[in-house]
């Protein structure tokens, strides 16, 4: 089907391009220039759409690039006047939205808005350009091939359709740089990723016998392994052999084709802090021998900046780049013609990198020659939370590291925390801006501890009481039972026991008696067990800054008598500390929680330790992480002490068998630790 271009409607403006280039002999270069003085549009099998471009001469080699975000297609026909009365043509396919002519003194732009990139050829005939957009486009078609070549300005079989070199570098990020030296700058290569491979295609081109073959480049320590260089079906293929997940960059750049080949270490990381520093939109460029100031003015255009260029900016270009950053993109047009660029506000400013250095030494030069110049002033400013001191170590710096100038001066007022500080105006101002963002509050943090000794005290007894007793014969024999000894009577007294190895104190008894005619037989067996649970030794408890270390203590300095040296002899009085002590620094961080850095001593007496103390110690030495208001639980000093301690009878307790009935036995068992629990809490203000 084919579309009036008189019919088509006109839905949206678009501003007006800056216009570049001399206006000089406008007339005349007007009347020189080359006309496009239709356009049609055709849709075709396959969901494809042909553009047929009609000049009033042979189509001029456009210059082309697209825009992933939105997708755009644009070709830029230097010298061509626009003689079409419309400026937007809507259409009516699913591949593209519409079709924008734009026109300056210069040249002619068309600008194919589509929903997505699609692929495209191009072919002329006569004064005709058409471009085939969709995802048949040159499939089979060795009209629409040649004649793609044709607009590239390629010379089929010609003079610079070879390839003359195939090398790799490593490159300074430690990427893989491939790089295929063409002999013309008339080649364009067409790559092509399938997992692990990447293949690039020079169709019409060729290559000599003995730069056939594989590279092994696996030394460089990059992502890429083996380059493998071939000639097959009148074209020139390098596929390179890749190693992991990989990501790529390909731009030619004069008669270089470069592929940039960086590993991709985790997919789950999108961050700035990989050292990729270009986050623009993405865009495809390809440009064929084009004065290099029209490429900055597409990059100006794109990114609505102003743009100014040096006048030693000259000569042309050809540069192809494949969904690369805009701003990525920018820096390899500069960098592959040695230029270097200054954003000031919206104007981008593009020269020579060697003359951009030489102007920014010239003007530090000049702001320091006036700054050399600018009369001093004194500032007080008053320091209100931090302390002044520190302030003004940061002021002063070392070494070249602080905020003054070479003839500024500060010192501080420890009475009224103020800072004296005299220097210039611009220095002042950066001194008053250090301390709004230094001199604010600190979080405070509460920290409670509570001490405890946890201990565990267990023991057990056993023993064998005798006892007998005189007896009258008017009671006659009789059977006692009791469950004391005591029990018997009041006669009964503690001197009746014969021999007594029974469990002493608070104890449980049970105990029989035998009397006969003139005595009391008594047997009374003791068990006792006893058990002990923890204490609470302290509960201190303090409060800090954030970032700032606190210490609490509590004890007693035992004085002892020491030997004096020398020859005078005598002994002086020395001191020993058992103490409770608490040190720690708390840290806040970003989402709220605190880490403690904690030096917990607990000391105490030795009982019977001789003329001089001992001290028991106890210490933590930790760093945690803690929630606020959370509680952490850190152990001490774990001890575990078991006796076994038996009396006996002499002679009686050594009697094999029966001794055990003249014995007695007890089992002790003590358990210790040290257990400290910590609790950070951060205070709000009110």
Same mark, same amino acid.
């Given at each position: 089907?084919?579309?009036?271009?008189?019919?088509?409607?006109?839905?949206?403006?678009?501003?007006?391009?800056?216009?570049?280039?001399?206006?000089?002999?406008?007339?005349?270069?007007?009347?020189?220039?080359?006309?496009?003085?239709?356009?049609?549009?055709?849709?075709?099998?396959?969901?494809?759409?042909?553009?047929?471009?009609?000049?009033?001469?042979?189509?001029?080699?456009?210059?082309?690039?697209?825009?992933?975000?939105?997708?755009?297609?644009?070709?830029?026909?230097?010298?061509?006047?626009?003689?079409?009365?419309?400026?937007?043509?809507?259409?009516?396919?699913?591949?593209?939205?519409?079709?924008?002519?734009?026109?300056?003194?210069?040249?002619?732009?068309?600008?194919?808005?589509?929903?997505?990139?699609?692929?495209?050829?191009?072919?002329?005939?006569?004064?005709?350009?058409?471009?085939?957009?969709?995802?048949?486009?040159?499939?089979?078609?060795?009209?629409?091939?040649?004649?793609?070549?044709?607009?590239?300005?390629?010379?089929?079989?010609?003079?610079?359709?070879?390839?003359?070199?195939?090398?790799?570098?490593?490159?300074?990020?430690?990427?893989?740089?491939?790089?295929?030296?063409?002999?013309?700058?008339?080649?364009?290569?067409?790559?092509?990723?399938?997992?692990?491979?990447?293949?690039?295609?020079?169709?019409?081109?060729?290559?000599?016998?003995?730069?056939?073959?594989?590279?092994?480049?696996?030394?460089?320590?990059?992502?890429?392994?083996?380059?493998?260089?071939?000639?097959?079906?009148?074209?020139?293929?390098?596929?390179?052999?890749?190693?992991?997940?990989?990501?790529?960059?390909?731009?030619?750049?004069?008669?270089?084709?470069?592929?940039?080949?960086?590993?991709?270490?985790?997919?789950?990381?999108?961050?700035?802090?990989?050292?990729?520093?270009?986050?623009?939109?993405?865009?495809?460029?390809?440009?064929?021998?084009?004065?290099?100031?029209?490429?900055?003015?597409?990059?100006?255009?794109?990114?609505?900046?102003?743009?100014?260029?040096?006048?030693?900016?000259?000569?042309?270009?050809?540069?192809?780049?494949?969904?690369?950053?805009?701003?990525?993109?920018?820096?390899?047009?500069?960098?592959?013609?040695?230029?270097?660029?200054?954003?000031?506000?919206?104007?981008?400013?593009?020269?020579?990198?060697?003359?951009?250095?030489?102007?920014?030494?010239?003007?530090?030069?000049?702001?320091?020659?006036?700054?050399?110049?600018?009369?001093?002033?004194?500032?007080?400013?008053?320091?209100?939370?931090?302390?002044?001191?520190?302030?003004?170590?940061?002021?002063?710096?070392?070494?070249?590291?602080?905020?003054?100038?070479?003839?500024?001066?500060?010192?501080?007022?420890?009475?009224?925390?103020?800072?004296?500080?005299?220097?210039?105006?611009?220095?002042?101002?950066?001194?008053?801006?250090?301390?709004?963002?230094?001199?604010?509050?600190?979080?405070?943090?509460?920290?409670?501890?509570?001490?405890?000794?946890?201990?565990?005290?267990?023991?057990?007894?056993?023993?064998?009481?005798?006892?007998?007793?005189?007896?009258?014969?008017?009671?006659?024999?009789?059977?006692?039972?009791?469950?004391?000894?005591?029990?018997?009577?009041?006669?009964?007294?503690?001197?009746?026991?014969?021999?007594?190895?029974?469990?002493?104190?608070?104890?449980?008894?049970?105990?029989?008696?035998?009397?006969?005619?003139? !005595?009391? #037989?008594?047997?009374?067996?003791?068990?006792? *067990?006893?058990?002990?649970?923890?204490?609470?030794?302290?509960? /201190? @408890? %303090?409060?800090?800054?954030?970032?700032?270390?606190?210490?609490?203590?509590?004890?007693?300095?035992?004085?002892?008598?020491?030997?004096?040296?020398?020859?005078?002899?005598?002994?002086?009085?020395?001191?020993?500390?058992?103490?409770?002590?608490?040190?720690?620094?708390?840290?806040?961080?970003?989402?709220?929680?605190?880490?403690?850095?904690?030096?917990?001593?607990?000391?105490?007496?030795?009982?019977?330790?001789?003329?001089?103390?001992?001290?028991?110690?106890?210490?933590?030495?930790?760093?945690?992480?803690?929630?606020?208001?959370?509680?952490?639980?850190?152990?001490?000093?774990?001890?575990?002490?078991?006796?076994?301690?038996?009396?006996?009878?002499?002679?009686?307790?050594?009697?094999?068998?029966? !001794?055990? #009935?003249?014995?007695?036995?007890?089992?002790? *068992?003590?358990?210790?630790?040290?257990?400290?629990?910590?609790? /950070? @809490? %951060?205070?709000?203000?009110?």
């Amino acid at each position: 089907m084919m579309i009036n271009s008189g019919k088509l409607i006109v839905k949206h403006c678009l501003g007006v391009f800056l216009l570049f280039g001399s206006m000089t002999f406008a007339g005349t270069a007007l009347a020189q220039q080359t006309r496009l003085e239709n356009i049609n549009f055709v849709t075709l099998p396959g969901d494809q759409l042909e553009i047929e471009l009609m000049f009033s001469n042979a189509p001029p080699n456009p210059a082309i690039f697209e825009i992933a975000n939105p997708a755009r297609l644009s070709m830029d026909f230097n010298n061509v006047s626009n003689q079409l009365e419309e400026r937007r043509y809507s259409l009516d396919v699913d591949i593209a939205d519409s079709v924008m002519i734009l026109e300056d003194q210069s040249r002619t732009r068309m600008v194919v808005n589509m929903l997505a990139l699609e692929p495209y050829t191009t072919r002329v005939e006569g004064n005709s350009l058409f471009v085939v957009l969709g995802n048949a486009a040159g499939g089979g078609n060795a009209n629409v091939a040649a004649a793609a070549a044709t607009i590239r300005g390629a010379n089929v079989g010609g003079q610079g359709s070879g390839i003359e070199n195939v090398d790799f570098r490593r490159g300074p990020n430690g990427e893989g740089q491939i790089i295929v030296q063409m002999a013309g700058t008339n080649l364009t290569g067409d790559i092509n990723r399938s997992g692990p491979s990447l293949s690039l295609e020079f169709r019409n081109a060729g290559i000599d016998a003995e730069q056939q073959a594989r590279l092994d480049v696996t030394d460089f320590s990059t992502p890429v392994r083996y380059i493998d260089v071939y000639e097959e079906n009148n074209a020139v293929v390098v596929v390179a052999d890749i190693a992991g997940n990989y990501d790529y960059i390909a731009y030619q750049s004069d008669n270089e084709f470069i592929i940039d080949v960086t590993p991709v270490i985790d997919t789950d990381i999108a961050s700035a802090d990989d050292g990729f520093d270009f986050s623009g939109e993405r865009m495809s460029l390809n440009f064929q021998d084009i004065p290099i100031r029209q490429v900055l003015q597409i990059f100006a255009e794109f990114q609505d900046f102003s743009l100014v260029v040096s006048d030693a900016v000259t000569g042309n270009i050809t540069l192809r780049l494949v969904d690369v950053p805009w701003d990525q993109a920018l820096d390899l047009v500069l960098r592959s013609r040695g230029l270097g660029q200054r954003l000031e506000g919206n104007v981008l400013y593009v020269a020579p990198a060697a003359d951009i250095a030489q102007a920014e030494r010239q003007e530090l030069e000049a702001n320091q020659e006036v700054e050399s110049l600018v009369p001093l002033q004194t500032a007080y400013i008053p320091v209100n939370y931090a302390v002044a001191s520190e302030m003004l170590t940061l002021i002063q710096g070392g070494e070249g590291g602080g905020i003054l100038s070479d003839r500024g001066t500060a010192t501080v007022d420890t009475r009224t925390s103020t800072l004296i500080v005299r220097d210039a105006p611009v220095v002042l101002n950066e001194v008053r801006s250090m301390l709004q963002r230094l001199d604010v509050p600190v979080q405070q943090v509460l920290i409670e501890a509570r001490i405890v000794n946890a201990e565990t005290n267990f023991s057990d007894a056993l023993g064998i009481r005798w006892g007998g007793v005189q007896t009258f014969p008017e009671f006659g024999d009789e059977f006692i039972l009791s469950g004391s000894l005591n029990g018997f009577g009041t006669s009964f007294s503690e001197n009746q026991l014969i021999v007594d190895l029974g469990a002493s104190g608070a104890n449980s008894s049970f105990a029989i008696g035998y009397a006969g005619d003139n !005595g009391l #037989l008594q047997l009374e067996l003791a068990a006792l *067990e006893d058990s002990g649970n923890g204490e609470v030794i302290a509960q /201190p @408890s %303090i409060t800090t800054q954030d970032q700032q270390t606190a210490r609490i203590e509590s004890g007693i300095q035992i004085p002892y008598q020491a030997q004096a040296g020398g020859t005078a002899g005598g002994s002086t009085t020395e001191f020993v500390t058992a103490a409770l002590s608490m040190e720690v620094t708390p840290q806040i961080t970003p989402d709220g929680r605190i880490i403690m850095m904690l030096d917990i001593h607990q000391d105490s007496v030795t009982p019977g330790s001789g003329d001089v103390p001992a001290i028991a110690t106890n210490n933590v030495l930790t760093r945690v992480l803690v929630d606020d208001g959370d509680t952490v639980v850190l152990g001490g000093v774990y001890r575990e002490e078991a006796v076994t301690t038996v009396s006996k009878t002499m002679v009686l307790g050594d009697l094999p068998y029966i !001794g055990n #009935l003249f014995k007695r036995t007890i089992n002790s *068992e003590t358990k210790t630790e040290l257990l400290i629990f910590i609790t /950070p @809490s %951060i205070i709000n203000e009110i």
